[in-house]
């Protein structure tokens, strides 16, 4: 749902479990987010973003895709 997400995630080396912690969240509750079962709040977008990948935008960061198409 957020490839560009995952594949900052993957050249950084960050794992699900490092936004789990960022965020006070289970790793199964990242895992709904990040494949689109759930939504990301306002705050956690940026709690990322700020975190994590602070030279990013948020525009690029949480771009989604269709997956029904």
Do not use: C, H
Not at 12 to 20: R, S, V
């Amino acid at each position: 749902m957020f490839p560009n997400l995952k594949a900052e995630m993957a050249r950084t080396g960050k794992k699900y479990n490092d936004i789990a912690e960022i965020l006070g969240i289970s790793y199964d509750s990242v895992m709904n987010k990040i494949n689109g079962k759930t939504e990301f709040t306002r705050s956690e977008i940026f709690k990322i973003r700020d975190t994590l990948f602070p030279d990013l935008s948020l525009e690029y960061l949480f771009k989604t895709v269709d997956q029904s198409a």
